[in-house]
């Protein structure tokens, strides 16, 4: 070939040598951070004009509208992470302390200290959790249309609305399920052919062979187990802190406790880390911690705070939060105090008008919070509380906008019809 | 400062299970599905790719990234249509280059609209003999449409055959062929009367 005819060739052999193969890590790791913030987006309206350009469509173009308008799967976190999990997901709760699994319509499982589990599969129409070993506590709050099953070993937990524990012990594949709240059904791959229904207030006992099947009150388990503390169904208060405000835990002789020797203070922290939570409310109260909350460092507040949720303490609860979100700068957990003040004061406090008020501002100040979309389904449901349609209004419209398919997308339609009169909310000057 | 007997307490070890990484369909499933970890994968395995084709068939660019992530974007927006997932990583590539070619044209709109006027250079830009040369690659390229440039690209820089690369663009091979013999032409022409890829092609026939 003659030098006339290989100029192309020989300038791009040279470009593609300068321009390389492979841009560097550093690059390439913010494009995956862009798009992965990218994902996390509810879709935008570009999204929005192609359904309803497809909706006007007949025949195939209609199905896809409808295949692409389905309910998302429910998203969730673990152990107060802020940016939302994906199943399926392994997770091992370290020793001595539980970890939570916490879903965006306020169910949550919770992992007690070095228990093994996997959510499975998290679709639209079911959730699908494993117990690999130790224990776990389920709060369930059910919808229809939603399953929610629990493996352990061979067993299916299948749930129905329900606060229980399960626990599976794959040494001597025992199975114990005590239900608190709502009813559960066990079934098995192969050991047990039919389904047993566990009640309220039941423990159900499975011995290794499948055979020794035990159903008693939770009183008087084999296994002796524990009490179940039962806060609010509809409530996702049971989060605990995230790993790293427990990283940052002061040693066991910290300002809280009285006269410092770590046995007193290890027993609240024990029993809450355990899931008992009414018996840590109880040992804290008796311990004076509540008393003197300007004590308190940062992390014991929000331990504090947690137990007093779980015990349905409003009061603590919410002095608690308060002071939480005096002692230290801006930070995730101030503004998850916010929210949880907000939680508190609507399902324990009976007091809509301040849940609203502490919503908004979880809402304004965290603008990528994990728990936003269950911040504007409460404010939604506080407003309607209140009587204040255009302000539930408002919120629906506002939630549409950032979760278009969001689990409560439903009631948010049906709130953003409601006639908003912007005049009302905004009231001109004289 | 911290008592020597203070322990701290552990983090949950969290462990997201991979996406089967052989699965085509798996990927797809996970984009659809906008599952993060999905995205990850995707920029794993389709990153180098696809900022290749971008700095190749745009060249040094201030909005290099920018293109990136709209090509992310319209693969996310694209997905759902994927019917063939033992396909998909030539529809990405489609896609990279349907993306490009978008830009290309609306850049070139966008200078007939400020009527000749340059675009500026990037300021903090050292002239080095490679830049040069890459800066001259690009403003002869810039001369040409659309379709010959990247179909110019794919052959001469990327190295593809003339079947894959009309397979690329979504022509057929005759216009495949009838492109790049417009670019050739156009391109060999004014690189012959630039002194910087004049100089290229002759110390290019000199190496060994």
């Known amino acids: 070939m003659s030098p006339e005819r290989d100029v192309s060739t020989l300038l791009g052999r040279r470009i593609a040598e300068l321009t390389g193969e492979s841009p560097d890590a550093s690059r390439l790791a913010r494009q995956q951070l862009r798009l992965d913030q990218r994902m996390r987006r509810p879709a935008g309206r570009r999204r929005l004009a192609l359904a309803l350009a497809a909706g006007v469509a007949a025949g195939v173009v209609g199905v896809l509208v409808l295949r692409s308008s389905a309910p998302p799967a429910l998203r969730f976190s673990i152990d107060g992470g802020s940016a939302p999990s994906a199943a399926p997901v392994w997770v091992r709760a370290p020793a001595g302390r539980a970890v939570e699994i916490a879903f965006a319509d306020g169910s949550a499982l919770a992992l007690e200290g070095g228990a093994v589990g996997r959510v499975v599969d998290v679709t639209s129409g079911s959730v699908r959790a494993a117990l690999e070993s130790g224990r776990m506590q389920a709060r369930i709050h059910h919808r229809p249309g939603v399953e929610w099953v629990v493996d352990a070993g061979p067993y299916h937990v299948r749930v129905e609305g329900t606060v229980f524990t399960v626990t599976w012990t794959p040494a001597s594949e025992t199975l114990e399920v005590s239900v608190a709240e709502g009813i559960v059904r066990v079934d098995s791959d192969a050991k047990i052919q039919a389904q047993t229904r566990v009640t309220a207030g039941h423990t159900l006992r499975i011995g290794g062979d499948g055979k020794d099947v035990v159903l008693g009150s939770a009183a008087e388990a084999p296994g002796g187990a524990p009490p179940v503390a039962a806060p609010p169904p509809a409530l996702p208060t049971s989060r605990l802190p995230p790993p790293h405000v427990r990283r940052a835990a002061p040693p066991p002789a910290g300002p809280v406790g009285g006269d410092g020797s770590s046995h007193v203070r290890a027993g609240w922290r024990e029993a809450a880390a355990r899931g008992r939570y009414a018996e840590a409310h109880a040992e804290a109260i008796q311990q004076g911690l509540f008393d003197d909350l300007t004590r308190a460092d940062a992390e014991t507040l929000w331990e504090l705070a947690t137990i007093a949720r779980y015990a349905r303490d409003a009061k603590r609860a919410r002095d608690v939060l308060l002071r939480l979100r005096e002692v230290g700068p801006p930070s995730e957990r101030t503004h998850l105090a916010a929210f949880f003040l907000g939680a508190v004061a609507a399902d324990l406090g009976r007091n809509e008008s301040e849940a609203v008020e502490w919503l908004e501002t979880y809402l304004r100040e965290d603008a990528a919070g994990a728990l936003r979309e269950e911040a504007f389904g409460r404010l939604m449901r506080s407003a309607s509380a209140l009587g204040r349609p255009a302000e539930a209004a408002k919120a629906a419209a506002r939630y549409l906008r950032e979760f278009p398919r969001g689990a409560y997308q439903k009631a948010a339609h049906e709130m953003a019809r409601e006639p908003y009169d912007e005049r009302k909310e905004n009231p001109r000057e004289p | ?208």
Request: proline letters at 7%.
């Open chain 2, 1 to 208: 400062m911290p008592r020597p007997d203070a322990q701290e307490p552990e983090s949950a070890e969290v462990i997201e299970l991979a996406l089967e990484p052989s699965s085509p369909a798996a990927l797809v499933a996970g984009l659809v599905a906008r599952d993060p970890r999905a995205g990850r994968l995707l920029c794993a395995r389709f990153g180098a790719t696809i900022n290749r084709l971008v700095a190749r068939l745009l060249g040094p660019d201030q909005e290099h990234d920018d293109v990136v992530h709209q090509i992310y974007a319209n693969v996310l927006a694209g997905v759902a249509s994927v019917r063939e997932p033992a396909l998909f990583d030539r529809w990405v590539t489609r896609v990279a280059i349907l993306t490009v070619r978008r830009e290309i044209r609306a850049r070139t709109y966008r200078r007939l609209l400020r009527f000749g006027v340059s675009e500026p250079e990037p300021a903090d830009e050292k002239t080095t003999p490679q830049r040069m040369l890459l800066r001259s690659f690009y403003a002869v390229l810039g001369k040409l449409a659309a379709d010959e440039r990247i179909i110019f690209v794919l052959h001469h820089v990327e190295g593809r055959t003339l079947p894959e690369v009309a397979e690329l663009r979504g022509c057929s091979l005759a216009t495949a062929k009838r492109h790049l013999a417009r670019a050739r032409a156009a391109f060999e022409v004014a690189a012959r009367l630039d002194p910087v890829l004049s100089a290229a092609v002759e110390g290019g026939h000199h190496e060994p």
